[in-house]
């Protein structure tokens, strides 16, 4: 089945840097997702592209969708305590919109 | 407008025994989801109801699972009898009826069950 790498498995950085992780899958997907888990909480939507090539940002992120649409890169930029979490890649599969999701960014910040 | 809810936050119990999660999805919701993470790997993807049918159970791991969704409200699913693999947290989504390139999926907080 579909499966999609998530890298780095962890980083952990000053506050005020910028972040970059990234997903690669070996088949196609028509929709990349990035979600953020608090801790305790369930996943969060941040950002949805839809289209190859699609640059989309939603305030200090800034997320990407692959040319040959088997990658998508997610930037956070200025980074702050808050962003502290688990950051997940996903792509619905098939039509009945389940997710496939990358095994997580763990993202910890030091103030 | 109240999120996903999941019953109970955590649960430890022993091998070989019983445990039913319970989700609560958003009102209107007409698709339910389950997922599972386990130990710091891919949230995986279990099954998935459109009201009360089962859409997709291919992620079900064995007939030790047993989703129901009576009503097309609240969904269950119970673990009988429990291994020690089935420790994880199970997460419940649930997203409206089918329109437009995506329906976000809006997760609950998940359950922690933990099997010794």
């Known amino acids: 089945g579909q499966q999609l790498n998530q890298s780095p498995q962890s980083m952990f950085i000053q506050e005020g840097e910028d972040v970059s992780m990234n997903c690669t899958s070996s088949s196609i997907f028509n929709t990349w997702l990035w979600y953020k888990q608090d801790p305790g909480e369930g996943p969060v939507l941040l950002i949805a592209?839809?289209?190859?090539?699609e640059l989309t940002s939603n305030g200090r992120l800034t997320a990407q969708f692959g040319i040959t649409r088997k990658d998508s890169f997610l930037n956070i930029s200025a980074s702050i305590p808050s962003d502290v979490g688990i950051y997940f890649c996903a792509g619905p599969q098939g039509n009945t919109g389940k997710l496939i999701f990358g095994q997580g960014t763990t993202l910890q910040v030091k103030p | 407008e109240a999120g996903v809810t999941q019953f109970p936050s955590h649960s430890v119990i022993e091998k070989g025994q019983t445990v039913t999660l319970r989700c609560d999805p958003i009102s209107g919701h007409d698709n339910l989801y389950w997922y599972r993470r386990v130990m710091g790997k891919e949230i995986k993807f279990l099954l998935h109801?459109?009201?009360?049918?089962?859409?997709?159970e291919s992620g079900m791991p064995n007939n030790r699972f047993l989703a129901e969704r009576t009503g097309g409200t609240y969904s269950t699913l119970k673990v009988q009898p429990a291994e020690l693999e089935d420790s994880g947290v199970y997460f419940c989504?649930?997203?409206?009826?089918?329109?437009?390139?995506?329906?976000?999926?809006?997760f609950g907080p998940g359950t922690r069950l933990t099997v010794l």
């Open positions: 989504a649930s997203s409206p009826p089918s329109g437009g390139p995506y329906n976000e999926q809006f």
């Open positions: 592209l839809y289209k190859a090539g």
């Open positions: 109801f459109v009201k009360e049918s089962k859409q997709d």
